[in-house]
């Protein structure tokens, strides 16, 4: 049925390189629309159908994220999450944490049992723990990419994000990351910092994949809310001169952009950007 409060979209990371798990990545973006659309129907708040559907990505392994996430320089896979919600601009992040399998429950544990937005590295570690997170005892056996099998050319970007709204109209968004494939030690991308990869409140939810650096240089997620609220442009006016922004400084990439109406839009200066939304008539549609 076509519904017209609820509204949903996920990334699987924008990238310049077509790669041969693609036609099974949007197999996986459409039943995880699918599990999202039912949610939202069933009356699901947006902050949950967002945590759901990352932790579903997370744990498919075939993107840059949970399952899917590649080593860095040094050997160790370090994790950045996030989570928003647009009713009341409650955040929860964690950044380079490592021995964690689903990265966007310890952040949605952030957001409800902290007073912080963001816990890092062995803090957020700790705190994982304590809240009895599932832990990955073998990074070796459970992750996927097991070294820098692809030439530095072929660096793609396979973040995934969801963006959502519901019933009550409230919005929500939650990006997860691995980062860029043999990044440095410590390094951390826009993905877990609210305004750069990560953005949701009574306006907008965004969620953002690309070359995180310029990401945060642009600032490019809060610079989209900012954009139709001081400038009164549309969503997609808005999402499309934040990206445009961000490429004339270099960077590539894209988001994922929902509105308090309509549909949400998917501005990018990758290549492509695999995507998936609910269409006008209420059906799930993916694409690259
Ligand atoms: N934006 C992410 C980062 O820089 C990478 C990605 O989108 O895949 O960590």
Redesign the pocket.
């Known amino acids: 049925m076509a519904n017209t409060s609820i509204a949903l979209a996920v990334h699987g990371?924008?990238g310049n390189y077509v790669y041969k798990e693609q036609a099974e990545q949007l197999q996986n973006l459409e039943q995880v629309m699918a599990k999202g659309k039912a949610m939202l129907i069933e009356g699901a708040c947006a902050l949950d159908v967002v945590e759901e559907l990352a932790v579903l990505l997370e744990n498919s392994g075939l993107y840059?994220a949970g399952k899917g996430t590649g080593p860095n320089s040094a050997g160790e896979y370090e994790l950045?999450a996030s989570i928003m919600d647009g009713a009341n601009r409650n955040i929860g992040a964690v950044a380079a944490m490592k021995g964690y399998k689903n990265p966007i429950r310890v952040a949605r544990k952030v957001l409800e049992n902290t007073p912080h937005v963001m816990l890092a590295g062995r803090g957020a570690e700790n705190f994982a723990s304590a809240q009895n997170c599932t832990q990955i005892t073998n990074p070796l056996d459970y992750y996927i990419v097991q070294g820098i099998t692809r030439l530095p050319e072929d660096l793609d970007?396979?973040?995934i994000g969801v963006v959502a709204r519901d019933h009550q109209d409230n919005m929500a968004a939650a990006t997860s990351?691995g980062?860029?494939l043999g990044k440095m030690q410590g390094r951390v991308?826009?993905?877990p910092l609210p305004g750069a990869?990560v953005w949701a409140d009574q306006r907008v939810a965004v969620s953002?994949?690309?070359?995180?650096?310029y990401?945060i240089k642009a600032a490019i997620a809060a610079d989209i809310s900012a954009r139709m609220r001081y400038g009164n442009f549309s969503l997609e006016s808005a999402a499309q001169g934040a990206i445009d922004d961000m490429g004339v400084q270099g960077g590539y990439?894209g988001v994922i952009a929902l509105g308090k109406f309509g549909l949400p839009v998917f501005p990018h200066n990758s290549q492509g950007m695999r995507r998936g939304w609910i269409d006008e008539h209420g059906h799930v549609q993916v694409k690259v």
């Open positions: 990371g924008a840059v950045d970007t396979g973040t990351t980062g860029l991308g826009d993905s990869g953002c994949t690309g070359q995180g650096e990401f990439g």
